[in-house]
């Protein structure tokens, strides 16, 4: 079972940037799949997550109406396209899963069993 998280990278504020997260060894729609964040010197927070059940999704608030996230089975990938970038969104981000059913809840991504390591993405002119 393991996670790839890709697409971190320098983006101007206002600006856009997708992240993907691969997974091989397991079919990632049958999990729950969460996306995290970690800025220097804080503590890593939960941002976004897609269910497995109905593709529900729930979001921090600072990101919602910016942020989307959403799956692509065929290539057992989930993204987070970030949109409205802003310099507090600069962090590592990770993505992470776990077989939990029903809704999701963006806080709980910390929690999750599986997790992919770290893409930086850094927002600022």
């Known amino acids: 079972v393991q996670l790839q998280a890709s697409g971190g990278g320098l983006a101007q504020p206002g600006g856009s940037l997708r992240l993907s997260c691969v997974a091989s060894?397991?079919?990632?729609?049958?999990?729950?799949v969460g996306w995290s964040r970690q800025a220097p010197g804080k503590e890593r927070e939960g941002v976004a997550c897609i269910s497995s059940s109905d593709d529900s999704t729930d979001y921090r608030r600072s990101v919602r109406g910016r942020f989307a996230v959403g799956r692509d089975n065929a290539k057992n990938t989930v993204y987070l396209q970030m949109n409205g970038l802003k310099a507090e969104d600069t962090a590592v981000y990770y993505c992470?899963?776990?077989?939990?059913?029903?809704?999701?809840?963006?806080?709980?991504?910390?929690?999750?069993?599986?997790w992919g390591q770290g893409t930086l993405v850094t927002v600022s002119s």
């Open positions: 060894g397991f079919t990632l729609d049958e999990y729950v």
């Open positions: 992470s899963a776990d077989r939990i059913p029903g809704p999701c809840t963006f806080a709980s991504s910390t929690y999750y069993e599986n």
